[in-house]
């Protein structure tokens, strides 16, 4: 446990703080945000440490209450959980898979979360997005890495009028703004629960 | 806008992809024991096919992952695209677009 340990907090900046945003768009909670990466035969140990199974197809989401493990590429996952559970992940791992054939690497000073809620919302990412986000070409549970405009962002999309948009502090205050531009079209309904 | 389809992704946007060169060039196991002209040949020397070209691409704004492709550089039609390490598909002619 010790070398995997944290060694420091991780310094989490606020690079929305302040900043005017579109009504229909929030600042997701703080989170814990881990890249693992793994080789395929490491799979079936590493989905038993976190009780999640990392195996399904690539650019789809293993969920349970408090962890989300995105599957972004063939050998990469993105790991969103509760900010109190970073050193159990770790741990967990550790445990688990005692080879250490593993990388997992602490994120969560880098990004930062957008959660866009709405009945436009895939209307309003289509205006960055080169993605199809139509519900049948991306449903719920699905997740994966594209663009937003000028920005690299992982797209993730919680429920059918819901995504959730992981971005680069730096990018951030970008998509935020762009958001609120793009807002301007689609008015805000009053009566949308 | 052209679809690319990611051999672990599927079909995506072209935009989301990188260019990578030619594919299929190896690099000399003990570079000192190359000769000048076969060092000069692997560094600087490329078919610049008209046609059928094997190239490699990354899917950088998506998966991240390497993989080569045969592309009608003529029409610019993605004849097929394969993973690294796999052997170049048996394909001759490009298609129109």
């Known amino acids: 446990m010790a070398d995997v340990a944290m060694t420091m907090t991780p310094v989490r900046r606020a690079p929305l703080d302040g900043l005017a945003g579109d009504p229909r768009a929030r600042w997701a909670v703080p989170m814990a945000r881990f890249s693992l990466r793994l080789p395929e035969a490491a799979i079936g140990a590493a989905s038993a440490s976190l009780g999640l199974d ?4 690539i650019n789809n989401v293993a969920e349970r209450e408090g962890c989300a493990i995105l599957r972004l590429g063939p050998d990469e996952w993105l790991v969103l959980a509760n900010d109190a559970d970073s050193a159990a ?4 791992l550790d445990r688990g898979m005692p080879d250490r054939r593993f990388s997992l690497v602490d994120i969560g ?15 309003m990412l289509s205006a960055g997005c080169p993605l199809d986000l139509d519900l049948a070409a991306f449903p719920v549970g699905m997740a994966t890495r594209t663009i937003f405009a000028k920005a690299e962002i992982v797209l993730w999309r919680t429920a059918p009028t819901r995504f959730h948009i992981e971005v680069w502090g730096s990018f951030a205050p970008y998509v935020w703004a762009l958001l609120k531009e793009i807002g301007r079209e689609y008015p805000v309904m009053e009566n949308t629960p | 806008m052209l679809l690319i389809t990611c051999p672990f992704c599927g079909q ?3 935009i989301e992809f990188a260019y990578g060169g030619e594919a299929h060039i190896a690099r000399a196991a003990d570079p000192r024991a190359t000769s000048d002209e076969a060092w000069t040949e692997y560094l600087y020397v490329r ?13 950088i704004r998506g998966c991240g992952r390497f993989f080569n492709a045969l592309r009608d550089t003529v029409t610019d039609h993605f004849v097929a695209t394969y993973k690294m390490g796999e052997a170049r598909p048996d394909r001759t002619e490009g298609k129109q677009p």
């Open chain 1, 54 to 57: 990392l195996a399904g197809p």
């Open chain 1, 89 to 92: 992940i770790a741990a967990a």
């Open chain 1, 109 to 123: 000073h880098r990004q930062t979360g957008i959660v866009l809620d709405g009945a436009d919302a895939a209307d």
């Open chain 2, 12 to 14: 995506r946007p072209e």
């Open chain 2, 47 to 59: 078919g610049n096919a008209r046609g059928l070209h094997a190239e490699r691409w990354r899917h």
